[in-house]
């Protein structure tokens, strides 16, 4: 995929790095990405900053669906980016998947 058809999405990983359960973090530019798979197996990708400090949540507990931050503490949904306690969600962001290349889309 050439850069003038990519529409914004950046080459995160392969599928096969992306584990059955469980996170798969990588970084695209300044941006910390957690990547994971729905119920359906479908791949799906989240901030993987912290809403409350803005610490890399990579070496966070994982408890089920829920990383804790390792700075404070903060739970999130790292399938959903549903934040499970008083902080904000986490950003969410489109992923397209090419051949076996997982492409994911920052911002809007």
């Keep these: 995929m050439s850069a003038a058809d990519n529409q914004g999405y950046r080459d995160a990983c392969s599928t096969m790095q992306v584990p059955a359960s469980g996170i798969y973090f990588t970084t695209l530019g300044a941006q910390e990405v957690m990547l994971s798979r729905d ?28 990383i804790i931050c390792p700075h404070h503490g903060a739970r999130f949904n790292f399938r959903t980016g549903r934040a499970m306690t008083s902080c904000p969600n986490l950003a969410t962001f489109d992923v397209k998947i090419v051949g076996h290349r997982v492409l994911v889309r920052l911002g809007g």
């Design 39 to 66: 119920k359906a197996g479908d791949i799906v990708a989240v901030s993987g900053f912290c809403t409350h400090s803005m610490g890399r949540l990579e070496g966070g507990t994982v408890e089920g669906d829920v």
